[in-house]
T-cell receptor
Framework: AQKVTQAQTEISVVEKEDVTLDCVYETRDTTYYLFWYKQPPSGELVFLIR??????QNEISGRYSWNFQKSTSSFNFTITASQVVDSAVYFC????????????FGQGTTLQVKP | GAGVSQSPSNKVTEKGKDVELRCDPI?????LYWYRQSLGQGLEFLIY????????KSGLPSDRFSAERTGGSVSTLTIQRTQQEDSAVYLC????????????FGPGTRLTVL
């Protein structure tokens, strides 16, 4: 079975703090992709990053960075110097080679950044 | 527009009625997906179309749910004899090809069954 767990239901931080959103996944596939999506209050899911199972290099994009560790089946997302506009629900998702193209989503983490 | 579009944005219906939800994918995208987002169940996969292949219907919750994709483009999700538990936001997504490309989501249709 494939599963994604985001143990943090809600996180609240003050602007400029760093925050890490955790994602743990389960799959028996050797080939898979991991994704992060952002869902702002407007509701539309916005793609942030895609990572394949053979590339464990960490990635940085501006204030965003991702730490992929196969040894712990984790794909954590860090926002540096958070801003109010980062307030949203963040979803981690998995797509494995055995389950066609569908995404398996975690339950999401609601991030509130206070001014 | 360049993104995935869905209509209607909101739909209120009475229990037992049929509803149709529409999705226009990004032009040129061969893969199209339907998901459902509800408070209790999170984001759930419903159905996946890839080119001319038979759709993956493994996520449809009951035989009251069906979907079609005409001409490899527009898709319609139909729910027959709606129930209150069908109330949710129905999201459509498309990707350039089927397996590994990122999926781009539409704004969703919020369905309320009274």
């Amino acid at each position: 079975a494939q599963k994604v767990t985001q143990a943090q239901t809600e996180i609240s931080v003050v602007e400029k703090e760093d925050v890490t959103l955790d994602c743990v996944y389960e799959t028996r596939d050797t080939t898979y992709y991991l994704f992060w999506y952002k869902q702002p209050p407007s509701g539309e899911l916005v793609f942030l990053i895609r990572r394949n199972s053979f590339d464990e290099q960490n990635e940085i994009s501006g204030r965003y960075s991702w730490n992929f560790q196969k040894s712990t089946s984790s794909f954590n997302f860090t926002i540096t110097a958070s801003q109010v506009v980062d307030s949203a629900v963040y979803f981690c998702a998995l797509r494995g080679s055995s389950n066609t193209g569908k995404l398996i989503f975690g339950q999401g983490t609601t991030l509130q950044v206070k001014p | 527009g360049a993104g995935v579009s869905q209509s209607p944005s909101n739909k209120v219906t009475e229990k037992g009625k049929d509803v149709e939800l529409r999705c226009d994918p990004i032009s040129g995208h061969t893969a199209l997906y339907w998901y459902r987002q509800s408070l209790g169940q999170g984001l759930e996969f419903l159905i996946y179309f890839q080119g001319n292949s038979a759709p993956d219907k493994s996520g449809l919750p009951s035989d009251r749910f069906s979907a079609e994709r005409t001409g490899g483009s527009v898709s319609t999700l139909t729910i027959q004899r709606t129930q209150q538990e069908d109330s949710a936001v129905y999201l459509c997504a498309s990707s350039l090809s089927g397996m590994w490309d990122e999926q781009f989501f539409g704004p969703g249709t919020r369905l309320t069954v009274l």
